[in-house]
């Protein structure tokens, strides 16, 4: 079956961007993304305008994906779609929509889990890009999660460590919102703290056992610094912004590479592969750069395009997925939450 060539159309609608993709076995042929800008007049993510807005991009987004690609969905193989973990609404309407085609075309439906697809995202054929080899250590970082996973094989995958409280993507969006900044703070956050001393202000990092993470308090503890700092001088943080971003940042990279490390140790394994939205920070980029020089690691970051929320990543999945004739039942709903090795 691997000679053959598999055609997959892949959706993703786990939170406020519309993706399609059509994938020829383990290449790209067309990955689209409609973003949503509503959000960013309230700060963050309404659930309720994101699914009307899913509705609303789902029809053409697939149609210029299978038109980039230039192929009619009488090829297509088979339909993937994100089941979850992310907004169900959203969920929903990526769910039933790829049910339904699968169902008009007589061609089998691959659900999968969105964590999962940031892992494999790195076997997306790309030219002079390497791959890691299994068993390598992958590091989820986006709004909605952070975990540490073992993956042992393509389908093998063991959870050493997660989030207690908030993602790390949430802790700089509202430590940016803390600081006036527009909703998605995370990137701001990076440019300004590019050109700021990052240890001009020292914030506290959560002592959490284990592997797991924990950025609640370090959100509070950059509340009451802003809270204590402006109340001596209303123009502090615009006066201090590039500093007080690049400090934020140093603390996260941090918290993150602490972690890291920890897992190195436990398991002996050196080579580290990242996903997720805020895989593209460049601070997080630099400090693996260095663990590479440093403590001999193999690192492993996915292009940019990939880091982020899209059908690709999908699609790869449901290649893989494809091959092992591993198919859903057109019953299945939507799973806001839905652990790593349930599928």
Known sequence: MQNKKVYILAIESSCDDTSAAVLCNDEVLSNVIATQKIHEEYGGVIPELASRAHQQHIVPVVHQALAKANIDKKQLSAIAFTRG??????????????????????????????????????????????????????????????????????????????????????????????????????????????????????????????????????????LYFVQRETAKNPDFVQENLNDICASIQFTITEILMDKLKKAVKQTKIKQIA?????????????????????????????????????AAMIGIVGYYKFLQEDFTDPSVTALARYKLGTS
């Open 274 to 310: 990242i996903g997720g939205g805020v895989s593209a920070n460049s601070g997080i980029r630099k400090a693996l750069a260095r663990a590479e020089e440093v403590m001999g690691w193999t690192t492993f970051i996915p292009q940019f395009e990939y880091c982020t929320d899209n």
């Open 85 to 222: 973990p992310g907004l169900l609404g959203s969920l929903l309407v990526g769910t039933s929509f790829a049910k339904s085609l699968s169902l008009a075309l007589g061609v089998p439906l691959i659900e999968v889990n969105h964590m999962e697809a940031h892992i494999l995202s790195h076997y997306i054929r790309e030219e002079g890009v390497k791959k890691p080899e299994f068993p390598f250590l992958a590091m989820t970082i986006s709004g909605g999660h952070t975990q540490i996973v073992l993956v042992k094989d393509y389908f093998q995958m063991e959870v050493l460590g997660e989030t207690l409280d908030d993602a790390v993507g949430e802790a700089f969006d509202k430590s940016a919102k803390l600081l006036g900044l527009t909703y998605p703070g995370g990137p701001l956050i990076d440019r300004f703290g590019q050109k700021g001393n990052p240890k001009a202000f020292p914030f506290p990092k959560p002592r959490v056992d284990g592997l797991n993470f924990s950025f609640s308090g370090l959100k509070t503890s950059i």
